[in-house]
């Protein structure tokens, strides 16, 4: 995309669908490499739910490309989901903290060998 | 232009009406306390304690803020700042009236208008949804005070604060929820609106006694729940004084403590206000103006007018003589105002609107002066055991009656 | 005006995204979090989808967010400890994931050539009564289908914080 061409988009006053979708992907892989990286369990819960709000923004966006309503649905079931799983997920990780009293999850691997 | 003119002019209009009337409610919670009480409260600075507010302005911002060295910096400055703003920020969505329009005028050979404008900032059509979002924003503010202050008081406060606030969005949401079906909108104004009208030509159309469904438990259990979002007795768990001494706030001080007190009177304002819009009617008056409710303001204020006037006659205490009857030409005024043919559509709805937004904050300040604290566990218990599972079924009965009726 | 606000809240919502990976503390990620919700919500809002919008700071910002935080106050959680990172990751790590970034953004350009453009006001679709009279009629199996895994949810969470009790 060259400069002539984002100077016609910042003049016409829309923006591309793509430019959603390349944001998306950014949070995305944003989300993928804290969930790789990091150490502590609730940064890396955190990290997924990143990833879950990078997939709804793609949703949304294609929900505005094809003028229809699904797309929305989906986005919002998945926050439901993402609900469910945090409730279950931070019970948990409350358990995990009060048997070990650790939230490295290098630390939790009891299960190794 | 145009556009950003006129919201200037109402950002700057509702900001200082707004920020004066916080002030003001302080002194009108420890006066009617101090009543409840039999007591006198602020009676020193200014006439009847009227400039008591001013003072303690003044004393708060002339305080040395402490920076205690154990807190953690940036959480703790900007907690304040977060709590004050999340409340601050939802007035802009409240309708207060009806639109007002502003005749043409020539200045100096150049026409300005008509203008046409809401009596609010903006009319979004997710508004009460958005009131929901920044209420439930709001519990980082104190969360995060708790939790920065570094200390095991303040802790538990914002920890208390946290549960209690989540909890209590479920029985406000569901209560919320049943009015909306009647309504058929989220917006608002939109909501006020079809409030409007009369049974029987007396009986007014307000949520709370609308066909097919009336919402009076709906509105009782939006109150309490309200009562437990904005952190007041007997729900001010978060601050109980006896046990935690001052609670999330307890290492703060001067500005930032200040700021604490604002977001918690103008979350009552908004709660309030939200309330009066969802049940009460808004700003549609309580009878129709055929049997004369357009006659209730001027009454009420030449009536106060009076009784100034009556005791300035007859002074109890020597500056009595000065002060009230000028409150009495204040009172006099008003009423003329209000029963000025041209100002009468502008000013009857505002009148209604504040009539009933004062009287519920006034059962804030009246409760906060009867009932005692609940202790934590009745608390969540209440929450979850009882105002949950009736909530839940006024809005099964709601959603039934408004499915028959259509 | 809907570029400039485009950009101004996907820088917001990269900053933030970023700040969620790169700060040691789990309640600034959390907070870092947040901001990328409340910033992502004003994204939606220019998609013209008004009830998500407020749906995701109601539920996210609001309810999941806070448990968050409401459990790493409870945890009392200190910074992450962190370990000696290996010169070797971070010399291809960063650069492997700019490339990633990278390559995703411009496959999203390239390959879909044929997208239109988001205009503020040209869908309104989005508002709640569009999105309750799908959700009850043409997606009212997967509706219930979530009701009973919330119940599942809610149930495995007492199971979880029961066995503390006893």
């Known amino acids: 995309m060259d400069p002539a061409q984002i100077a016609g988009i910042l003049k016409q006053g829309a923006v591309p669908t793509s430019w959603y979708l390349a944001l998306s992907a950014v949070l995305f892989v944003i989300g993928v490499a804290g969930f790789v990286l990091r150490r502590n369990i609730i940064t890396v819960f955190m990290c997924i739910e990143l990833m879950l709000n990078a997939v709804n923004l793609s949703f949304i966006a294609f929900a505005h490309e094809h003028k229809q309503v699904s797309g929305h649905l989906f986005a919002f079931f998945v926050m439901v989901v993402a609900a469910a799983e945090a409730a279950v997920g931070l019970a948990i990780i409350l358990t995990v903290f009060r048997n070990r009293s650790t939230l490295n999850i290098d630390e939790i691997d009891s299960l190794k060998n | ?406 | 005006m809907d570029p400039l606000f485009f950009l101004l809240f996907a820088f917001i919502t990269v900053a933030c995204g970023v700040n969620v990976v790169l700060q040691k503390h789990p309640i600034s990620s959390a907070l870092s979090l947040v901001a990328v919700m409340a910033s992502l919500a004003v994204l939606y809002l220019l998609l013209g989808a008004e009830f998500l919008a407020m749906a995701q700071m109601i539920v996210y910002a609001g309810a999941i967010m806070v448990l968050f935080v409401f459990v790493i106050m409870l945890l009392n959680a200190g910074t992450e400890a962190t370990r000696g990172r290996s010169w070797t990751a971070t010399i291809f790590g960063i650069p492997a994931i700019l490339i990633l970034i990278g390559a995703l953004a411009y496959f999203m350009q390239t390959g879909m050539p044929q997208l239109g453009s988001v205009k503020f006001g040209d869908f309104r679709g989005g508002g709640a009564y569009q999105v309750g009279y799908a959700l009850f009629t043409e997606y009212l199996l997967p509706f219930e289908v979530t009701s009973v895994l919330i119940l599942i949810a809610i149930v495995g969470a007492i199971v979880l914080a029961r066995k503390e009790l006893d």
Not at chain 2, 15 to 29: D, H, P, R, S
């Open chain 2, 1 to 406: 232009m145009e556009f950003l003119v006129i919201t200037g002019v109402k950002l700057a209009l509702i900001l200082f009406i707004f920020m004066t009337a916080l002030a003001y409610l302080q002194w009108v919670e420890r006066k009617v306390i101090a009543h409840v009480q039999v007591r006198m409260g602020p009676s020193r600075v200014g006439p009847h304690g009227l400039l008591q507010p001013l003072a303690d302005v003044i004393k708060l911002i002339t305080k040395e803020g402490v920076l205690p060295p154990h807190v953690n910096k940036f959480y703790y400055l900007a907690a304040p700042f977060f709590a004050v703003f999340m409340a601050l920020i939802s007035i802009s969505i409240i309708p207060f009236g009806t639109d007002i329009t502003i005749p043409a005028m020539t200045i100096g050979g150049t026409t300005f208008g008509p203008y046409r404008t809401m009596m609010e900032l903006a009319d979004i059509n997710v508004g009460i949804l958005l009131v929901l979002a920044l209420s439930s924003m709001g519990v980082y503010g104190i969360a995060l005070a708790g939790w920065s202050s570094n200390n095991k008081y303040a802790l538990l406060g914002g920890l208390r604060s946290s549960a209690q606030m989540i909890s209590y969005e479920l029985p406000l949401s569901l209560a919320i929820a049943a009015p909306l079906l009647t309504a058929g909108s989220l917006s608002l104004r939109t909501i006020a609106d079809t409030q409007q009208g009369f049974y029987l030509g007396f009986i007014p159309h307000w949520a709370i006694f609308q066909f097919p469904a009336p919402q009076i438990f709906s509105f009782i259990i939006f109150m309490i729940a309200a009562f437990a979002e904005t952190n007041r007795i007997p729900f001010d768990l978060p601050e109980a004084e006896n046990e935690l001494v001052a609670g999330f706030h307890v290492e703060y001080s001067s500005m930032s403590f200040a700021a604490f007190f604002m977001a918690e009177y103008a979350n009552m304002v908004t709660v309030c206000s939200v309330a009066t819009l969802l049940f009460l009617g808004g700003w549609h008056p309580l009878f129709p103006a055929s049997l004369g409710s357009n006659f209730i303001a001027p009454l009420l204020l030449a009536g106060c007018g009076a009784v100034c006037l009556y005791h300035g006659l007859h002074p109890a205490r020597p500056f009595d003589r000065y002060t009230l009857p000028a409150f009495a030409v204040i009172f006099f005024g008003l009423a003329g105002l209000m029963a000025f043919p041209p100002t009468v559509p502008i000013l009857m709805p505002i009148f209604w609107f504040l009539a009933k937004l004062l009287f519920l904050l006034f059962l804030f300040v009246w409760i906060r002066a009867t009932l005692p604290r609940f202790r934590y566990d009745q608390l969540m218990g209440f929450a979850w055991k009882f105002l949950f599972p009736v909530a839940l079924v006024n809005l099964l009965i709601t959603g039934f009656l408004v499915a028959l009726a259509s």
